[in-house]
């Protein structure tokens, strides 16, 4: 998404640069919008924290394993450390992403 809309705009919104796009979706009320819906989603998430805290389940497990990839716990694990690398790696990509606009 990131990539394309410097390629690409919808004919109904206005052609900017991505960093001013975000001030103007945030006067526009989009920004509200999506603040609102990831604190409704954020709100199913407090369980989690608490029976973290309690000690009955691992940070940031929300066994959630539809196919059951991780039949076993030397898979699990390997899947955890692949999650851990793939999303600080992302988190690097993103700040690239960002300041490319700047360089």
């Known amino acids: 998404g990131f990539i394309v809309q410097e390629f690409y705009t919808f004919p109904f919104f206005p052609k900017m640069a991505p960093v001013d796009a975000h001030d103007y979706f945030v006067t526009q009320g989009g920004g509200s919008q999506i603040i609102f819906w990831i604190s409704f989603v954020e709100l199913f998430s ?41 999303a600080r790696l992302a988190m690097i990509a993103i700040g690239g992403f960002i300041h490319q606009f700047w360089v």
Do not use: C, M, S
């Open 46 to 86: 407090v369980v989690a924290l608490f029976e973290t805290i309690q000690g009955k389940r691992e940070a940031g497990d929300y066994a959630f394993d539809p196919l059951n990839l991780a039949t076993d716990e030397v898979t699990l694990a390997r899947y955890r450390e692949a999650e851990i690398k793939h």
